[in-house]
């Protein structure tokens, strides 16, 4: 089944701590990507990923990281979690090369930090 | 001023009845125009999608945009309750993989 898996779905941590949310995809799509979503924000871009090794900021960068080593493979990493991170978490896979408007998004991830 | 605007609702209406969802924007750039929807505890699904300008139709949804006022719309025929969920616009250039998300409306439809 194609799909794109997200873990932990829920994880309740402490400022400071850091943490890493894995995302991996099943369907060798070049393109991934990690969103946040908060109530009267929507969908906010983190970082993107076009290819292996490719990695570029999106619209909310600050105080996340990312790496592409595997195609497959594109974890988030809160090197230091604040209480303003608390949120929820997506991961999304497209195909790349101009219309990848079907994104393919996990299960989400419910972050709160302490 | 967001490049993408929705209203986040909560819309509620009876079931069988025809819904429109609504989005505007700002960047005369948008070529692509989709709608996702998400149902509670899941990860956003694409519904449909439009290139351009005009109309498309699938089954009971039917997409619109029109691009010289910059709005656009989801209509839903004989609404279900399987259909509550929330529904977000979102926009792209062409030749690009970045997508701009509206907030979101939340749809209930009750029996």
């Known amino acids: 089944e194609a799909q794109v898996t997200q873990n932990p779905r829920y994880l309740i941590t402490v400022t400071g701590k850091k943490l890493t949310v894995t995302c991996s995809q099943n369907?060798?799509?070049?393109?991934m990507s990690w969103y946040r979503q908060d109530p009267g924000l929507g969908l906010r871009q983190i970082y993107y990923?076009?290819?292996?090794?490719?990695?570029d900021k999106g619209d909310v960068p600050e105080g996340y990281k990312v790496s592409r080593k595997e195609k497959r493979n594109f974890p988030l990493i809160l090197e230091s979690p604040s209480p303003n991170q608390t949120s929820l978490y997506f991961c999304?896979?497209?195909?790349?090369?101009?219309?990848?408007?079907?994104?393919?998004f996990g299960p989400g991830t419910r972050l709160t930090v302490t | 001023q967001k490049e993408v605007e929705q209203d986040p609702g909560p819309l509620s209406v009876p079931e069988g009845a025809i819904v429109s969802l609504n989005c505007t924007y700002s960047?005369?750039?948008?070529?692509?125009f989709m709608w996702y929807r998400q149902y509670s505890r899941k990860g956003p699904e694409l519904l449909m999608y439009?290139?351009?300008?005009g109309n498309k139709e699938d089954g009971r949804f039917t997409a619109q945009v029109d691009k010289s006022s910059k709005y656009i719309s989801l209509f839903i025929r004989d609404s279900q309750p399987s259909d509550s969920a929330t529904y977000l616009c979102?926009?792209?250039?062409?030749?690009?993989?970045?997508?701009?998300f509206g907030t979101g409306t939340r749809l209930q439809v009750f029996p």
């Open positions: 960047n005369s750039a948008f070529q692509y």
């Open positions: 439009t290139y351009s300008s």
């Open positions: 979102a926009c792209s250039e062409y030749n690009t993989d970045k997508l701009i």
């Open positions: 999304a896979s497209s195909y790349t090369g101009g219309i990848s408007y079907e994104q393919y």
């Open positions: 990923s076009m290819n292996v090794e490719v990695t």
């Open positions: 369907m060798n799509h070049e393109y």
